[in-house]
């Protein structure tokens, strides 16, 4: 019954309400010209009447004499899908840990799969950090880990053995806060390694990580640098003789590998890194830090702005 008045909310039914709501999100302290900036209320004129566009919801800056939606200049831009469905997609994809299948979108909007495809890469593009900056300090521990994902299928026809024949992926896991960060790499080398983690990680940091020898010169360069010797040929540990694991980041990989298995069923590389935004958005807006669905989502798209999208830059 919850989730059936949840899609009852009239940003699902009404386009006005949707086109109001994504106003309020993008623009709580009233709209702004995204052609030159101008914020000034009074040199920023709504539409109405005799003069109302085509475009609902069109704005008329008097500073650069332009028109613009709340739509412009956003991964939104263009489309032609009505943001009602928009809504409705931003909430199923942030309503559960394990996202949604485009075809799941597809089905539920009554949309073709190409569109649900492309609606799917927008939001992550969406959700994709853009004012990051460096992880831990003094007092704090990043957890750092690499995995490998895609050609596991010992029964496909392009099958090798290997992890020089995956996807690499390195993440980081900031404590206590639980914040994780994701980036998909051609190679996991010691080298590459480093430059992700220096460039995302304060070195006042504790670094935790497992016994692999891509992380013994780079430790020496953080305050501490504690190992979990998980053992790979022998039986391991989850936890160090200080108390130290990487259990954080190998519980974001494997919520990864499942939903990626589960749901998706498929990547390919050239795509990874916006599935690895996509669970770095909801790993870092999760529940268990008193994020509901309903603010998971206005997150969300509060980060379509400045974030212009094609279908061909998508890679297809």
Not at 9 to 21: L, S, T, V, Y
Not at 160 to 173: C, Q, W
Not at 230 to 259: C, I, L, M, P
Not at 276 to 301: I, K, Y
């Amino acid at each position: 019954m919850a989730k059936k008045a949840t899609f009852q909310n009239p940003i699902f039914q009404d386009e006005a309400k949707a086109r109001e709501a994504l106003e309020a999100v993008r623009w709580p302290d009233g709209p702004i010209c995204p052609h030159c900036g101008n914020s000034d209320p009074e040199r920023i004129a709504k539409v109405q009447g005799a003069k109302q566009s085509h475009r609902p919801g069109l704005y008329y800056c008097n500073e650069c004499k332009g028109q613009f939606t709340v739509t412009v200049a956003t991964v939104f831009e263009r489309s032609k899908i009505p943001l009602t469905k928009w809504w409705m997609a931003a909430h199923m994809f942030n309503s559960g840990k394990n996202g949604v299948s485009a075809h799941e979108i597809h089905r539920t909007l009554g949309i073709t799969y190409k569109s649900a495809w492309f609606m799917m890469h927008r939001l992550r593009e969406a959700m994709a950090d853009m004012t990051r900056t460096p992880m831990g300090g003094e007092g704090q521990t990043i957890q750092a880990d690499e995995t490998y994902y895609g050609n596991s299928s010992k029964r496909a026809k392009g099958y090798k053995k290997g992890h020089k024949n995956k996807a690499s992926v390195v993440a980081l896991i900031e404590k206590p806060s639980g914040k994780a960060r994701a980036f998909h790499v051609r190679e996991a080398t010691a080298e590459r390694v480093r430059e992700i983690i220096v460039m995302n990680a304060r070195r006042s940091s504790e670094l935790h990580t497992d016994e692999s020898k891509i992380y013994t010169k780079l430790g020496k360069e953080f305050a501490a640098h504690k190992t979990v010797e998980h053992g790979f040929n022998q039986h391991g540990y989850y936890v160090g003789k200080d108390g130290q694991t990487t259990n954080a980041v190998e519980n974001f990989f494997g919520n990864f590998k499942r939903s990626m298995k589960g749901t998706y069923r498929f990547c390919s590389e050239r795509h990874l890194q916006r599935y690895l935004n996509e669970f770095e958005f909801r790993h870092n807006n999760r529940s268990g830090l008193g994020v509901t669905d309903g603010e998971r989502t206005a997150t969300a798209m509060r980060g379509i702005s400045g974030k212009r999208l094609t279908y061909r830059t998508v890679g297809v």
